[in-house]
């Protein structure tokens, strides 16, 4: 019986944390309720063939495909050493519960972390909903920071649009603007803090939208800060970054067949233009971490 990963599948707003979470918690279900019943093959079958379909369906998202190839090998090892039916079943679900810990646990260290960058009366720009982010926002709010964000939409398909009305629950101080007006007031920002699927040698992948509000910020002497999580690491020499184009109905709905349409939700974004990096093990200038993580 496969795993019906269509749900994920549709889920075009979500970053890659939110991606992985949620996949790690469809499969923990799955092994739970489906898995007793299931031969060991039969089970491997379906927890692998998914994995491969998510990782397929998200290329750039590092977390998807460091979880489910971690999962897989601890599978293996499972089998290895003798466990099966429920047993093993019991041994997955425990670690899956281990790997979203995990997970949570380097956004919360992060969290603290990128508060130091973070002071009274700062202006912050960001794009799309990343969780690093919104985690670092949280931790600043619970400190009494005071602070203004300023979110684009990142369409489409516009989740800004979400870390704007979450925000504004909060009580912060939160203006939402269209992603080509970023350079109409990016002259009164005081940091840039992105988020990122995914880092490599010479840059990381994150929203489409992330690279011309990077150079607009270098243009006014405004830093930008990177938060993400070293599991995030992919070097391209490993796994080349893919562009995938996704639905031109978001950009044109019109009926004129002349009209080509490019929509592409991720691009790739220099270390050059970034100040620090933000991730679970401190805070980096890029040159360090480039030496410390993507290195030989």
């Known amino acids: ?9 549709q889920d075009k707003n979500s970053g890659s944390y939110t ?23 039969e089970l491997f079958d379906a927890i692998h063939q998914a994995g491969r ?8 998202m590092v977390l998807v495909r460091r979880y489910t190839n971690t999962l897989i090998s601890y599978f293996k090892r499972s089998i290895k050493s003798g466990r099966d039916g429920q047993e093993l079943c019991d041994a997955l679900v425990e670690k899956i519960a281990d790997l ?9 260290i992060i ?7 973070i002071t009274n009366f700062n202006k912050i720009m960001t794009i799309s909903n990343s969780t690093a982010v919104r985690g670092i926002l949280d931790e600043a709010i619970r400190q ?27 009580d912060v101080k939160v203006t939402l603007l269209p992603d ?20 490599y040698e010479t840059g990381f992948v994150n929203k489409a939208g992330t690279l011309p509000m990077s150079l607009v910020a270098e243009h006014h002497h405004v830093p930008v800060y990177l938060a993400a999580e070293t599991t995030k690491v992919l070097k391209e020499t490993e796994r080349t970054v893919k562009q995938l184009e996704e639905d031109p109905a978001q950009v044109y709905e019109g009926g004129n067949k002349k009209i080509q349409v490019f929509n592409s939700y991720y691009e790739k974004i220099p270390f050059a233009l970034v100040r620090k990096v933000i991730c679970e093990e401190g805070v980096y200038e890029v040159r360090e971490f480039q030496s410390w993580y993507l290195g030989d």
């Open 1 to 9: 019986m496969p795993i019906d990963i269509t749900p994920i599948l």
């Open 19 to 41: 991606y992985a979470q949620r996949m790690l918690e469809l499969f923990a279900g799955y092994i739970a309720e489906t898995g007793p019943r299931l031969s060991t093959d």
């Open 53 to 60: 379909q998510l990782i397929k369906a998200q290329p750039n």
């Open 100 to 108: 979203q810990k995990e997970m949570a646990g380097n956004l919360e």
């Open 111 to 117: 969290a603290g972390h990128g508060t130091k960058v």
């Open 144 to 170: 009494k920071r005071k602070f203004e964000v300023f979110v684009t939409t990142g369409q489409p398909p516009g989740e800004g649009i979400a870390l704007a009305e979450y925000l504004a629950e909060k």
């Open 180 to 199: 080509a007006q970023i350079g109409m007031v990016m002259e009164e920002m005081n940091l840039v803090l992105v988020g990122a699927d995914r880092l």
